[in-house]
């Protein structure tokens, strides 16, 4: 009987903070170019990270961020499944959605259902609105020289 009190007092003096429901939008990179993430709250606030950017919030519309999260659990309910697409080993990334532990089909290529294009098009919307910083990454090869050429050789 006194726990039970001390768990409600302490309820009732220290409320919890709100959660927000969100998700996260991840672009692989791939060999040539370097990926990103996007981590979306309900509230439309986000941060955009990229494996050579310092983490940057950001935000959209929370009618926005409302139909995203509504279209991930649409599609997390229906079980859609994505259409594999033909990549090229230098250049190919994929882009997915990660909600309530669901990661979905791979939506850079084209949709399988009209749940997964609903999808597709938030996702291109937020990411045009965190505009992340993926961009060309330089791969050293072990036998390059630690210098910058020089135009003319010699």
């Known amino acids: 009987m006194l726990a039970l009190f001390c768990a409600l007092a302490l309820a009732t003096v220290a ?15 791939s060999t040539n170019t ?16 990229g494996e050579a950017a310092a983490p940057r919030a950001f935000s959209i519309p929370p009618v926005l ?8 659990h649409a599609a997390r309910d229906a079980r859609s499944a994505g259409r594999p697409c033909m990549k090229s080993a230098s250049f190919g990334t994929r882009l997915n959605v ?16 009209a749940l997964l294009a609903a999808l597709a098009n938030d996702v291109s919307r937020i990411v045009d609105a965190a505009n992340p ?17 020089t135009w003319p050789p010699g």
């Open 65 to 72: 961020a409302a139909k995203f999260l509504n279209d991930a």
């Open 133 to 149: 910083s993926g961009g060309i990454r330089r791969i050293r090869l072990p036998i390059e020289p630690h210098r910058a050429p």
């Open 15 to 29: 409320p919890a903070a709100p959660r927000f429901d969100g998700a996260a939008i991840l672009n692989s990179g």
């Open 34 to 49: 370097a990926g990103w993430r996007i981590a979306l709250h309900a509230n439309g606030s986000g941060t955009v990270s």
């Open 98 to 113: 990660l909600w309530h532990g669901w990661i979905s089909p791979d939506l850079s290529c084209p949709a399988a259902s």
